[in-house]
């Protein structure tokens, strides 16, 4: 049975620049940095980087909580990443959108106000 998101693995061709983005955008150093792939814990979660290309048909976009989405997108395009689908409401004042890396990997962004996270200490348990 799923229980959460554990991780999530993007192919990159460049390893040494993707670590140089990843630093510029969560403002972090990996935990696990070897050649055949660098880990990062961010937030409790697992954002991987495994050197290569992607494999045909891989269709999975990842989505990362954001507290606002207006800002990361800011955020991401002022370091290199293209917008691919714009911010939308889904509902409930929940809003997503996907950028591309300069790698060519599509990150979903949520802000989602109804879903918190009991671990961090600036909030509150899910309602």
């Known amino acids: 049975m799923l229980k959460q998101l554990a991780t999530a ?59 606002n989405i207006g800002d990361s997108i800011v955020q991401f395009i002022e370091r290199g990443a293209e917008a691919a689908e714009p911010i939308e409401e889904v509902g409930e004042g929940i809003k997503v959108a996907t950028i591309i890396d300069p790698f060519g990997n599509h990150f979903g962004i949520i802000e989602n106000p109804h879903f918190k996270v009991p671990w961090l200490s600036n909030e509150t348990k899910q309602s």
């Not at 693995?9 to 070897?34: C, G, M, R, S």
């Not at 409790?44 to 290309?53: D, I, M, V, W």
């Open 9 to 67: 693995v993007y192919y990159v061709e460049n390893l040494t620049k993707a670590k140089q983005w990843i630093k510029q955008i969560f403002l972090i150093d990996p935990y696990f940095d070897e050649a055949f792939y660098v880990g990062y814990n961010i937030g409790g979660f697992e954002l991987g980087l495994l050197p290569g290309t992607r494999p045909p048909n891989n269709n999975v976009v990842a989505y990362w909580r954001v507290d």
